[in-house]
């Protein structure tokens, strides 16, 4: 256990985070077993190390920090790791990558029942589904969902300025206000092409080629948080993978479903079945009429973020589907959304439509919202496109 005492204090001495993301204040942090969940690649193991550094000094013992990819946990059970901590004077047990331990939900279960002055802080995949009700752990665990940077948090880093997160009420009502105030500090427009292209990952700030880290951060998502968490054989890896370019290729669209079918030799309800897979390990977003869902099939299903429109297409993007999908992204986080009517794509929390547009010439849709791309501050109805993503 020493050992990994000294991997933790040293994890903890030399992290440097240049941003705090906003999840860290909407946690309660006095429940007992804490889950957070996300895709790869958003700094899920960063974000618990944030949090053991802001509550504790990097050689205090009543906080640890393990990931279970270490090949001790091949041998050490959980549980049994968890009374030594205990026994020791342990207080918050942080655990990273948990899925990757067999029969966890029932160990951390056994945790719960055993250690009631103990804090379990995990993080798993998105693709975990904390609250069935058949889980040890229903009525246990409370989860939250770290996701990629919104375009304000990618602001903060681009511009070392603080931005205050605005709630869509406060957009729909004070959107004029808010623009000129953001824009009197900086040009969110040009800013905004270099967020859609790589900044939803914060492995952006790494030196490397960030197209061909997304890529590889995408097909372990396949690989990993797909086949393995679903149970998966590996010889039906070809199939998603290449169900998941159709997707991207054709996206936003309509999924054909016999087509898919055909394409990557599959049932029908396989197809619809791997579509959710790519959904919960949010590679995509599926677009539903209000008060439809799985399993039926999605109206149109869109990429999940901007980011990986680029990383999948050999072709150029087309604008259109970048506003589309940006908005998507940035809206669904806390908000419901749905199928528009007519051209506005998108119905949002069940009563404001919204319409997508590269500007607004004419207004047709009297009933609508239009998010517009190109314009720094809106009028009434028109708001800034780049404002929806202060949403978080």
Known sequence: MESLYKTHKYLIEHLNLPL???????????????GIKGSRGVGKTSFLLQYAKEHFAADDKRCLYINLNNFYFSVKTIKDFAGEFVKNGGKVLLIDQIFKYPEWAEELAFCYARYPKLQIIFTGSSVLR?????????????????RGFSFREYLELATG????????????????????????????????????????????????NFSENLLKTMNMMLEVDVLSINQMEQNYLPKIRKLMYLLSEAAPSS???????????????????????????????????????????????????????????????????LRETFFYSQVHKDYKVNMGEKSAQFLVDGQYLFSVTNGVKDKKLSNAYYAADGIESGEERIIPLWLFGFLY
């Not at 904390?130 to 770290?146: C, D, G, Q, T, W």
């Not at 300025?161 to 824009?183: A, D, G, R």
């Open 255 to 321: 999924p054909n479903v016999s087509n898919l079918s055909k394409e990557i030799g599959a049932s029908r309800a396989t197809v619809m079945n791997y579509i959710k897979y790519l959904k919960d390990a949010r590679l995509v977003n599926l677009l539903y009429e209000k008060g439809e869902d799985f399993p039926k099939k999605p109206r149109l299903v869109y990429l999940q973020n901007p980011n990986l429109l680029y990383a999948t297409r050999m072709i150029t993007v087309d604008p259109q589907t």
């Open 161 to 208: 300025k603080k931005f205050e997160v605005y709630s869509l009420e406060q957009i729909l009502n004070e959107h004029s206000t808010i623009s000129k105030s953001i824009c009197s500090r900086i040009k969110p427009l040009e800013h905004l092409p270099s967020y859609i292209h790589h900044g939803y990952y914060p492995f952006f700030l790494e030196k490397r």
């Open 130 to 146: 904390l609250k069935n009700e058949n889980y040890p752990l229903a009525n246990k665990v409370v989860s939250y969902n770290l």
């Open 20 to 34: 705090r993301r906003r999840l860290m204040d909407e946690i309660n942090w006095n429940d007992r077993l804490i």
